[in-house]
């Protein structure tokens, strides 16, 4: 749990950092639609500083994230990054001067008790592989991920937002069910095994999503579907196929505490952005 709450500082303070940068890029000029608009905006963005040091944060919270994923369930982990909403409320308000109402504060402290309740209650990570398909399953959802993400700029833009949120909490999603795929790292295993193509896939289209996402319509809209997207279905598939379990007589302590903190980053989801036009700069 330690590992995941880690994780989840780490993703909270790079959304602050990234959704800055994505704002940024798009002030550089350029309007347009589906992949090229998408891919065009993405590379804009990895030119500023603070989406660099973002992905830096992304890369070390990846790390705790499969660390964590090898000693407790999807549902503890998958909560403990939606709770990271959480953590960029507290750094924008700490860094960026921005005014958390009473009821933010209040849902701050609802996503730390759900935590609180979950590490209570989570049992050990489950020890069944899953079916042979389920591998498969995560590519295939991986590829329709990316799929979404490269034509985002061609969807409705009314449900835009919702959409690629959605899409980017599921790439997410197959990057945690894949990191429980993966039992061998020798070259020859990784090679053969479709969760690590699952897992690159995932990631990257979910890291597209987000971006365009950001900039694109509703960002509370977006990283609702995100947090819904990263935390049920991934949670489901650990219980149901691999085994995730809680202690002892706990599975309804662990229950309240995945839907308080989940239902506390719902809450704070407009800090899926931070604010910048006070700090916009110019694109180089």
């Known amino acids: 749990m330690v590992c995941a709450l880690g994780a989840s500082v780490c993703f909270g303070t790079a959304t602050v950092l990234q959704a800055m940068a994505a704002r940024t890029a798009d002030a550089g000029g350029g309007d347009g639609e589906g992949s090229a608009f998408a891919v065009t905006l993405f590379l804009r963005a990895v030119r ?5 040091a973002g992905l830096a944060l992304d890369g070390l919270g990846f790390l705790l994230q499969i660390a964590a994923l090898r000693s407790v369930p999807i549902y503890a982990v998958g909560a403990a990054l939606a709770s990271s909403l959480a953590v960029t409320a507290v750094v924008s308000a700490r ?12 849902a701050v402290g609802v996503v730390c008790a759900g ?20 591998g498969y399953a995560m590519l295939a959802t991986a590829l329709l991920v990316l799929v979404l993400a490269l034509l985002g700029g061609r969807l409705p833009e009314r449900g835009r937002p919702l959409a690629l ?34 897992l690159l896939v995932g990631g990257g289209a979910a890291f597209l999503s987000l971006t365009s996402a950001l900039q694109r319509g509703s960002v509370t809209t977006a990283t609702a579907g995100m947090v819904i997207g990263e935390t ?53």
């Open 165 to 198: 949120g959605l899409g980017a909490g599921f790439g997410f999603g197959v990057v945690e069910v894949s990191v429980r795929l993966i039992d061998s790292l020798a070259p020859s295993d990784l090679a053969t095994n479709p969760a690590t193509y699952a």
């Open 95 to 106: 860094l960026l001067k921005v005014r958390l109402s009473g009821a933010e504060w209040g």
């Open 115 to 134: 935590m609180a309740l979950l590490g209570i209650a989570s049992g050990t990570e489950g020890d069944r592989d899953g079916p042979p398909a389920l």
């Open 232 to 284: 049920i279905g991934p949670a489901l598939v650990g219980v149901v196929w691999l085994g995730d379990r809680t202690r002892e007589g706990l599975a309804w302590v662990a229950v309240l505490g995945f839907l308080v903190a989940v239902a506390g980053a719902l809450a704070l989801a407009r800090f899926g952005e931070a604010p910048v036009d006070a700090d916009r700069e110019t694109v180089p």
């Open 48 to 52: 500023q500083w603070r989406y660099l």
